[in-house]
């Protein structure tokens, strides 16, 4: 079963907004990570999170996580054409050998 | 320059026929792992070796077989493919056995099977 499940499955935006993303899981992790794939590409690691951390920052990402209500978000400040994509959520266990993915939300931000 | 490398990127092949996906990657990474990507279902993790000679199932080993001799290749063998194998494969790797406590996946470019 799947671990993380972001929502909204997909979001549509103009350039300039903000876009959130919020996933939530299922049981204990170690940390929450969040990957970005353009279409039909391999994933690319953007940030993580550890379970004692409580929010980050990476340029215009910003990832919060609340272990209490295991859920995380993902914001994308002044977003561009080219952060279309889309984004997934992945949680580790704490045995720390696997990675679950959730289905990702897909992102559509217009010029 | 540090990659992942998946071959082949395109597969078009009949049930049955026996095929190898071949993934290297050239960073000395401990860790490798195979995923399939399925509309509505996302990512799900077929196998994956923490290091030589030791290799785990994930969520969807069925069907599925993988070796790990060498450290940098991690080949994906489907011994009597069928259509429900058709899909997008990944493969990823970190730089630890214990991937999620502190590294990322540094994931291939994909390979798009085709099961008639």
């Known amino acids: 079963s799947q671990q993380g499940e972001e929502d909204p499955q997909a979001l549509s935006i103009q350039e300039g907004e903000n876009a959130t993303m919020n996933c939530s899981y299922k049981t204990s992790i170690n940390n929450l990570q969040w990957y970005r794939q353009n279409s039909g590409r391999g994933l690319v690691h953007l940030i993580l999170i550890r379970s004692n951390e409580r929010e980050k920052h990476s340029g215009r990402l910003r990832v919060t996580l609340d272990t209490s209500k295991k859920s995380s978000s993902l914001l994308i400040t002044a977003s561009r054409a080219a952060d279309t994509a889309s984004y997934f959520c992945?949680?580790?266990?704490?045995?720390?050998?696997?990675?679950?993915f959730g289905e990702g939300t897909q992102l559509t931000v217009n010029p | 320059e540090a990659q992942v490398t998946q071959n082949p990127r395109y597969l078009i092949t009949v049930t049955g026929k026996k095929l190898t996906v071949t993934c290297s990657q050239n960073?000395?990474?401990?860790?490798m792992s195979w995923y399939r990507q399925d509309p509505g279902l996302g990512l799900r993790q077929i196998y994956y070796s923490m290091n030589v000679e030791v290799t785990d199932k994930g969520d969807v080993p069925e069907g599925y077989k993988v070796s790990r001799k060498e450290k940098r290749n991690f080949p994906l063998i489907l011994e009597s493919p069928s259509p429900n194998q058709t899909s997008l494969y990944f493969c990823a790797s970190s730089l630890s056995n214990r991937p999620i406590l502190t590294d990322t996946q540094y994931f291939g470019p994909g390979t798009r099977l085709t099961v008639l």
């Open positions: 992945a949680t580790g266990e704490t045995s720390g050998s696997r990675l679950t």
């Open positions: 960073m000395n990474h401990e860790y």
